[in-house]
């Protein structure tokens, strides 16, 4: 018996099917995402939240010429299986396959793309903005969490929508449940006053003849009347923010009645200027153990079994297996923050992601999580720092983008010890360009003052920790891949170690590869390759971007060789270039071939597979030296 989505190839397809048949196509796209994500991974509690919502969406408007704008992304499954993608979604996040956020060079219907929270309001006025100025009819809808609600950005927009009268709904998908006694009769009711067409068209003529009134009563009056108007929602409903910013509110709705979902978005589509549903959903409906657990439910790596467990993808068999660098930021931080007061740790929204949820577990009070606002945790860190604190501040590198100028404003021109840990440095694999964190060593190498290292393990991770809180000068930046760390012994002890000096791993007297973080393993297998053909390599450890080792660059410097830089970063303006420029300042006539990514967007696939396409494993670096040297 075929499935109702089999049918489905585009939104229109679906706003032909009888409207009593539409559970059953929740019900289905439900089951179909759960068998997929479960097999093959990605995000699957945010897209079970949303099932209902999104059919109800693509039912009332008429997508591409109406537009939706999906906040993050990671909550648009749904919307991909709806636009033309139920066939190709079991490749969702696998290399030359569907990509797991909005990709506007994927389909039509994805009408602005983000892998960033917080940016769908501000996308969606400019949207409005575009059809008022053009001329066109067509309804445009921002849809975002309530985690995304709490950044910066997302409040940014909301003002200045709220004051551009411009025709936008934003719907606040929240699933926190925080507001949940609201939804009962009188909120119910209230919802429907307040979105009835009828008393729409009484409440805009009563604006009107209230402005027709003498001299200043006018004014007065209608002043009166939104008073009034505000006074009756903050009775029933948590609105009043979003009235204060210039919205309209309405609901909270049940983000699962599919009926009352439709009533009241063809509701909507006939009121003017910003207005906001604020619809409550459950993360994970409709798998048990996603609905208990949602946060580790919230995006799933692998096969689940029977228990809902999620097994740890095996290590490749030439590595040697060892903690992901995330699970040792707690070991790490836990025994310096219980010898000093002062250490806390800082983050945006990303507790569990960076292995800070453990280190609140072990020391309460001790770890301040800002939500989705980057700028804000830095400058937050920068005043700890100011008071006498030891701010240790964890964020993916692809976040921390957004706080540049906080670093360099907050944190760097007053001198401040912010530790700024970069999670997820390099290629990130599944989640894509989005979240590659490739531009970190340009954009904080150029911040005076600022050290910045990359551990080649584990060990050589605790140490730079230890080497960042003994810095009390200015701020110190720790990049790091979403990888194992190689090496990690648990009862080691950390060192301080000499700033900005590098280690050579392998003497050699032919090419030297001058590595950095985790390129440091693949240069020592590629010397290992090319040691087999008679090539004897030299490989540096250069664990310090910046500053550098003197007394390494000057033996650089004269060596007559070819030498090497590799990174796991864009080369515009990266490690190879800035040591090129310091190895120009001693003479050095040799040449320096800079390996790390090109100038452009690497797309989404596993890790492993990304450094091969851009010739940084150690096989690829062993083939580019011997093709230098005329040996291959």
């Known amino acids: ?118 940016t769908s309001i501000s996308a969606a006025l400019g949207f409005a903005e575009a059809a008022h100025h053009l001329g066109q009819q067509r309804h445009v809808t921002a849809i975002i969490g309530d985690g995304a609600m709490t950044g910066g950005m997302a409040m940014e927009a909301l003002n200045n929508a709220g004051s551009s009268g411009r025709d936008i709904l934003v719907i606040l998908n929240d699933n926190t449940m925080s507001i949940s006694p609201n939804v009962g009769a009188l909120s119910r009711t209230f919802t429907d006053m307040t979105t009835s067409p009828r008393l729409n068209r009484m409440r805009d003529q009563l604006w009107e003849a209230l402005g027709r009134l003498p001299g200043g009563t006018s004014q007065r009056a209608r002043e009166l009347g939104h008073r009034i108007e505000e006074s009756l929602h903050s009775m029933v409903t948590p609105g009043l923010l979003f009235n204060e910013f210039g919205f309209r509110y309405f609901g909270p709705v049940d983000g699962h009645d599919l009926p009352g979902l439709l009533k009241v978005l063809e509701r909507m589509k006939q009121i003017r200027g910003p207005r906001l549903l604020h619809v409550l959903t459950v993360k994970g409906k409709g798998l048990d153990v996603a609905e208990k657990d949602p946060v580790k439910y919230h995006g799933v790596g692998g096969k689940l079994t029977d228990h809902g467990d999620l097994p740890a993808p095996a290590p490749p068999a030439h590595r040697p297996t060892a903690p992901a660098y995330q699970n040792l930021v707690p070991r790490i931080l836990e025994p310096l923050a219980r010898q000093d007061a002062r250490v806390v740790a800082v983050t945006a929204a990303m507790a569990e992601g960076t292995g800070l949820a453990e280190f609140t577990r072990s020391l309460p009070g001790r770890c301040y999580d800002t939500g989705i606002a980057e700028g804000h945790a830095v400058t937050f860190a920068a005043g700890m ?248």
């Open 1 to 118: 018996m075929s499935r109702l989505i089999e049918g489905i190839e585009s939104p229109a397809d679906l706003r032909d099917l009888p409207e009593s048949r539409l559970p059953e196509v929740c019900q289905e796209l439900r089951d179909h995402l759960i068998e997929v994500i479960t097999q093959v991974g990605g995000h699957l509690g945010a897209s079970l939240g949303v099932v209902e919502l999104t059919v109800a969406l693509h039912r009332v408007f008429e997508s591409p010429r109406d537009v939706m704008v999906w906040d993050v992304g990671h909550q648009a499954y749904i919307h991909k299986l709806l636009t033309g993608r139920r066939t190709r979604f079991s490749t969702i996040r696998q290399y030359k396959g569907l990509s797991g956020f909005l990709k506007r060079t994927e389909s039509e219907h994805d009408h602005f793309g983000a892998g960033h929270a917080s």
């Open 385 to 632: 720092a100011a008071a006498g604190m030891r701010p240790v501040v964890c964020i993916y590198s692809t976040f921390l983008q957004r706080a540049i100028d906080s670093i360099v404003h907050d944190v760097a021109l007053q001198h401040l010890p912010v530790l700024f840990l970069l999670d997820r440095a390099g290629l990130v694999g599944a989640d894509g360009p989005t979240h590659h964190g490739v531009l970190d060593i340009p954009y904080l190498a150029m911040i005076p003052d600022l050290v910045l290292a990359a551990p080649a393990d584990g060990n050589e991770f605790r140490d730079l920790i230890h080497t960042a809180m003994a810095h009390e000068s200015g701020p110190f930046a720790i990049r790091y891949p979403k990888d194992n760390s190689f090496h990690w012994e648990e009862q080691g002890q950390g060192q301080t170690l000499p700033l900005g000096s590098w280690v050579w791993l392998r003497q050699g007297t032919g090419p030297q590869l001058v590595a950095t973080g985790a390129l440091v393993r693949e240069a020592l297998e590629a010397a290992e390759i090319l040691a087999e053909h008679g090539v004897d390599c030299g490989v540096v450890n250069a664990r310090f971007l910046k500053p550098m080792d003197s007394e390494a660059l000057d033996r650089l410097a004269a060596h007559g060789g070819a030498l090497y830089s590799l990174e796991e970063g864009t080369l515009v303006n990266g490690f190879g270039a800035m040591l090129r420029m310091e190895l120009s300042r001693r003479g050095h006539g040799g040449s320096l071939n800079c390996l790390g990514l090109p100038d452009g967007w690497v797309e989404h696939g596993e890790r492993r597979i990304l450094l091969h396409t851009v010739g940084l494993t150690g096989v690829d670096i062993a083939k580019r030296v011997a093709q230098d040297l005329g040996l291959a």
